[in-house]
């Protein structure tokens, strides 16, 4: 039984960096460009999104961050995972995609790339209380000084990781709109 337990310690404690995600990438011939910059658009907007940046010329799509939604809001379906659904639920987090469009080197064409960021909303003017009270958490009336000195005067977002399957499925969804 110990030997068991050992070994499982071992096994999750390796050293071993996380490998990156692989960026999810289409290719297209240079005449459907306006095509499938205009469907990476519409798609963007189907998923929820609202565009921040459109530069058509430097194929650059970005969005503004969208609220990521909760297990009671199971008609959405950003998280692509129940660990995301429930990481979802229990934090404030959002969305944020970027589409780029550039030019392929090895065969004339382009390359359209979907980066999803999941980010994390900090507050650190709020606070846990106890759990004897009455309420839970509470407000500071400004940012801790001790984060102030680190340049943090408000809410901020915070980079957790990609998600790599919603990059495929809306790389998927941008192919089907494009055809």
């Known amino acids: 039984m110990l030997s068991a337990l050992l070994l499982f ?6 050293t071993v960096p996380a490998e990156q995600p692989q960026t999810a990438r289409l290719t297209f ?37 969208k609220e990521a939604a909760t297990a009671a809001e199971f008609w959405i379906d950003d998280a692509t995972t129940r660990s995301q659904r429930k990481a979802d ?62 340049g943090i005067d408000g809410p901020y977002a915070q980079t957790l990781s990609r998600d790599p399957l919603l990059e495929r499925r809306l790389i998927e969804a941008i192919k089907a709109a494009a055809e």
């Open 9 to 14: 310690t071992l096994l999750g404690c390796s």
């Open 89 to 150: 639920t229990l934090n404030s987090q959002q969305r944020k995609v970027t589409v780029k469009v550039e030019q392929t080197e090895e065969q004339p064409g382009y390359s359209l790339a979907v980066e999803v960021l999941v980010e994390r909303l900090q507050r650190p003017e709020r606070y846990l209380t106890h759990s004897a009270s009455p309420r839970i958490s509470t407000t500071y009336t400004d940012v801790p000084m001790h984060l102030k000195d680190q």
């Open 29 to 65: 011939s240079a005449d459907r460009y306006p095509v499938v910059f205009e469907a990476a658009v519409e798609t963007l907007r189907g998923y929820g999104y609202r565009i921040a940046r459109r530069d058509y010329r430097f194929g650059t799509i970005t969005t503004y961050p």
